[in-house]
Every structure is written in structure tokens, then in C-alpha cells.
């Protein structure tokens, strides 16, 4: 009798790592893994990092530290480290912490089976964070099986950045923007149709710039693959993150008005409401043009739910500036803001900038922002109460007393009272009776 081996992925970052996660999980099996949730079973681990931030990093490497004490009991234990602290920091980590085995870049995850198997056999360590000025990326058509919320799946349509905000890591890490085929992504997205997925999220660090990497144009650009994919049977719910504001354009605007399947939602990062400090992060727009951008997407779609990220204390930052940043706030009135103390990241321009800001003056003021930021989003909250809306169901809430949730269009959680005859992925239409602190509360109609 043969027992399989089992092999455990820890996921921190964003959508792209939870994608490569899904990639490696079934490059794994395939290699006869069995994907265990329990750590302590595990014969490989597997710790994808994050590095964006100071915060994110510094949890990756305390489950890094755990680790080491687990292969003190399973000396056989294989330890991988993926992702993008993997890619900034390469075969230091493994100078640093001698129980890690394998630091495996993004563009490398397709070869983690072949290095664990090196290590299996031949006890030999590697470090693969090689980026290739030609990559492309592999076709690989995702296995549902399992999956936590069946109905909705992300689908890479381009990685990496060219823009090189300057306090940013991920072109360090991700490398130079590489779209994908629209053949690939089509395909990709028919094989998830066909197996009862209903809402697809494309996904890129820089999706506005789809297309634009292919010299002979031969790729159509977002709004155009965005009109491709709306068109494929079944997509009953399209999304897509993150852009840069300075790539918006009109067309892309009016595929809100014009594609039905669009969801009125933008991410629209905006980093910091001042002029002067969106200069020194080289975001290439000023808070006249974000705004004329905003503007355009009410024109076109009056309804459409903005959200946003922004970065306090970035060096330099003053009073003055940061108040721009809360009146901000006031004029575009986002549904939600994701808010952030600046950390010096490695290999960033800003990291080399002077007059950083105090950490106790960085924390009151995103202790501010998101108070205020809490309140806007409660009024918005609120002025859905009594409306009726269209939900895509999620699945019962993990309280297990016959409530639901789902997402509205505009990527609001509703809570509701169902039955038994209700599947995630199926759009229910619900009235809003409550505005809770992070969600609504909603009757089935
Ligand atoms: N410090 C703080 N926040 C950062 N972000 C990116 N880099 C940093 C940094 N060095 C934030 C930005 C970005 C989000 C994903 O993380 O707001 O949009
Ligand atoms: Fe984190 Fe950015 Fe890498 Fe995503 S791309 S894992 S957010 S550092």
C-alpha cells in the first residue's frame, strides 16, 4: 500500500499569490501530493510570501521561525519559500535560516515538483528566482475540485509593472509587465464557464496596461479583451483589479455603461491626495486629472461603488499634505479605503528618501483617515436601506443558522435569512433592510 505524501501552502499578499497557490497545489497533486491543511502532517511546506509591506514580510518569516523548531522534530521536513520575499531576498534566506530548502521566485513556480523531488532524492538545495526577459505564462487550466467558493475564480491576464511607484516593490519582484494571450485567457476562462463558475475576476498588478507589452499589437487592449471575455456564455458576473488611475481611459469607462455583466465596482488607487507627494511616489497623475477620472465613471455608470488605497506618512509627508489626503476623502466619498502606514520596502527609491515620518505620527493619522473613511462608508451603507438589489449568493454564513450571504454588484456583503434550496454563484434579488457595521442586512424577495 503506497500513502501519498502531504504537502502544506501557506498563502500571505495578494490575489496573484492565492492564484499561484491554486497553481502550485495542483502542480503538487498532480506530482501525488495530498494537499493537507495541518501543518503538522506535512511533509513539504510550502510559505508563500508577501512583501509589500513591512507587516507582511515580518508574518511570513515568524511562520519561517515556527518551521524551524517543526524540522527540529521531522528533520525530513522540506521547507519552500515562494513568492515575492522569495524573489527580493533569493539565496540570503537560506544563509539566514539553513532549515529552508527551496526559495522559488514567481516565475519559477512551475519547477517547484522537479526541486522538491532534488531534495527528496539527492538532499540537493536551490535557489530558482531567475526572471526571464521572455517569459510567458504557462497555460495551465485550474482543477475545481475542492474549492472554497466554487462559483467565482481569478484569472491572470498579465503579471508584473513597469510603473516603478517609488515605494513600491512589486516590479523588484514580479518583474517587467507580461500579458497573456487572449486565446489562453479565453480558453481558461470556457474551461471555469463549463464547470459552473459564474463570476471571473481578471487579474493583474496593472491590468489598464493589458496588451500594451506586445510591440507587433497584437493583443487587444483591456477594454477590448474586457469586451471579449463579456461576451463568453455564462460570465455572469465580470471584475478586475487593480489599475493605475493614470492608464484610465474613456473607453474603459464605457464598457461600464455598455457590458452588462460588468460589475460597478472600481478600485481606483489613489496613494495620498496631494499633488506634491503623488510626484515624489511617481504616480504620473495629479488629484485634478483622479478626479476628472472619477468623474468619468459616474458619467457612465452613476451607481459604480469606488474604492481605494492610500499610503500616510510617506516621507516628507506634512500636515498639510495629509489633510489633502482627508478632504480627499470628502470629494470622492469611496465606498471603502484600504489605508496603510508607508514602510521603507528593499530596493525602493523612497526607502533612500529624508524626513521620514515619525511612527506615532504615521499611526494617528491613519488612526484618523480610517475613522473618517468608517463613517463615509457607513453612509453609504446606509442609503442602500430600502433599495432592492440583485446578489450573487456566496454561501451560509459560518454561524450556521440558516443565514446567508452574497455580494451585490457593487461588492457589498449582504446578509439574508435563506433555505435549502439556495447555491453560491445563483443571483437572488433582496431588499435591504439594515446597514451593519461592515455588511447589509437583507430579505429574500
Ligand atoms: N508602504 C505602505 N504601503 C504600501 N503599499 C505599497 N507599498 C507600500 C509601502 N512601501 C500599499 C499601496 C498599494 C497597496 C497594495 O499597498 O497602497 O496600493
Ligand atoms: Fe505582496 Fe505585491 Fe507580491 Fe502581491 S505582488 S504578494 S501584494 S508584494
Known sequence: MSFSKQAYIETFGCQMNERDTEIMAQLLSQADYNITGDIDQADVVVVNTCSIRGKAEQKAMSLLGRLRLIKKKNPRLIVA???????????????????VDLVVGP????????????VEQDGIK????????SFSIPSLLPDLAGTALPHKRFVTIMQGCNNFCTYCVVPHTRGREVSRSPEDIIDEIKHLVTHGVR???????????????????????????????????GVIRLRFTTSNPKDLSEDLMKCFAELDNLCPHFHLPVQSGADAVLKKMNRKYSIEQYLEKVEGLRKYSPDIAITTDIIVGFPGETDEEFAATMLLLEKVRYHSAYSFKYSDRPNTVSAGFENKVAEDVKAARLSRLQTRQQEITNEHYLAYVGQVVDIMVEGESRTGDGQWSGRTGTN??????????????????????????????????
Open 412 to 445: 457589498h456583503i449582504v446578509n439574508f435569512a435563506g433555505h435549502v434550496d439556495i447555491k453560491p454563484g445563483q443571483i437572488l434579488r433582496v431588499k435591504i433592510d439594515e446597514a451593519c457595521l461592515h455588511s447589509l442586512r437583507g430579505s429574500l424577495i
Open 81 to 99: 519559500v515562494t513568492g515575492c520575499v522569495a524573489q527580493q531576498e533569493g539565496s540570503k534566506i537560506q544563509a539566514r535560516m539553513g532549515h
Open 126 to 133: 536551490a535557489t530558482a528566482i531567475e526572471q526571464a526577459a
Open 107 to 118: 516565475q519559477s513556480i512551475y519547477r517547484l515538483p522537479e526541486l522538491i523531488k532534488k
Open 199 to 233: 463570476e471571473i475576476t481578471l487579474l493583474g498588478q496593472n491590468v489598464n496596461s493589458y496588451g500594451l507589452d506586445r510591440q507587433d499589437g497584437d493583443y487587444p487592449d483591456f477594454p477590448g479583451l474586457l469586451r471579449l471575455v463579456a461576451a463568453i456564455p
